[in-house]
């Protein structure tokens, strides 16, 4: 019987579908595992390449997996969709995994350690607390808006909208005050946890040898430090710190041929959360210069003079995750040019 060297495992909840190859690339298998069959399955088989696609629960299988002496590779969605032949199902899909694996310039994401994914935990669940306090802030202004009351936006201006739906002498019909109170007291709770989440965050930067390197860099806190910490993967799987801000989703989208450059927005790849966090911090940044001024001489007074604020931004933004980069992989502390940007 010919000899498996390459399998593709389409992951999913319940049952799993691989696809087993040979040397030459050629079918030896098409077979359904039920989830309490995969890790027996491939217990019995020979040290191979297993590949999967990087989705949620794929780095764990990769650890379990890989644990039974198979070399494990994850790979984008987006640059196993092109192998897929005509109909999509779960056999199809764990066939254009197992083909994509073996391109020779296939990119791969590493696998993560439980450690890593349990540093990035506190990141996402800061992101859901944010986005639940903006939609509960978005929806008091909403609701007093009917009532003539008005605030100009953001968190911080919210309190004046909570201080009339407080006083009972506003205008306010009581039915709806006994409403925003709900969401006042939801959103205080809100407010109270995303502090204790900063909290932990500020202290992890602070114990962390990396993440207190990282802040040395104009632009980048505690939030962002720890963030370039546990979400991003390990500086070797990029060449260059170009290659990371890429990555990131800091670099436009190129659609060009005929010799004729075409530059787009940027393309939004890799890290979302990562990504916000140095675009939020490069617009204060930008923000501060403009309002304080900056040397017409250094880097970022020459841009301000001739570029659009907003792209300002993300090419600050772009810069600071590059040395960051080279902070990772090279060491040391960032120190400013002469002429200071």
Not at 42 to 58: I, K, T, W
Not at 193 to 205: C, K
Not at 207 to 219: D, F, I
Not at 303 to 312: C, F, Q
Request: net charge positive; with cysteine.
């Amino acid at each position: 019987m010919t000899e498996v060297s390459t399998i593709g495992l389409d992951l999913a909840k319940n049952v799993f579908q691989a696809h087993g190859a040979d040397a030459g690339g050629a079918p030896v298998f098409r077979k359904k595992l039920r989830r309490d069959q995969v890790l027996a399955f491939f217990a019995a088989q020979p040290p191979c390449l297993v590949a999967m696609e990087a989705c949620p629960g794929a780095h764990h299988w990769g650890r379990e997996i890989g644990r039974l002496g198979h070399t494990v590779r994850l790979i984008a969605p987006a640059y196993v969709k092109p192998f897929v032949k005509r109909q999509k199902n779960d056999a199809a899909d764990a066939e254009a995994i197992c083909e994509a694996v073996q391109r020779p310039t296939m990119r791969f994401v590493a696998v993560k350690t439980e450690a890593k994914q349990a540093s990035a935990v506190i990141f996402r669940t800061r992101d859901v607390l944010v986005g639940q306090r903006t939609q509960i802030i978005n929806a008091i202004q909403s609701h007093l808006a009917e009532y003539g009351l008005i605030a100009p936006q953001g968190p911080f201006h919210v309190e004046r909208l909570i201080g009339q739906i407080e006083d009972p002498e506003s205008d306010i019909p009581p039915a709806a005050r006994t409403c925003m109170s709900v969401l006042v007291g939801a959103l205080r709770h809100l407010q109270e946890q995303t502090a204790v989440l900063d909290a932990e965050i500020a202290a992890r930067a602070k114990s962390n040898e990396t993440a207190r390197r990282l802040m040395s860099v104009p632009g980048i806190g505690p939030l962002i430090a720890t963030a370039i910490e546990a979400l991003a993967p390990p500086t070797e799987t990029f060449r260059s710190g170009r290659d990371f801000a890429a990555w990131v989703g800091l670099t436009p989208v190129q659609r060009s041929t005929g010799g004729k450059q075409r530059l787009g927005r940027t393309s939004r790849m890799g890290e979302r959360t990562l990504r916000r966090l140095l675009i939020i911090a490069a617009s204060s940044v930008v923000r501060w210069a403009k309002r304080k001024g900056v040397s017409a001489d250094s880097w970022l007074g020459r841009m301000l003079a001739r570029k659009p604020p907003m792209l300002v931004i993300v090419a600050v933004a772009n810069k600071n995750a590059r040395i960051a980069w080279a902070l990772l992989t090279k060491g040391g502390i960032y120190r400013a040019p002469a002429v200071a940007v």
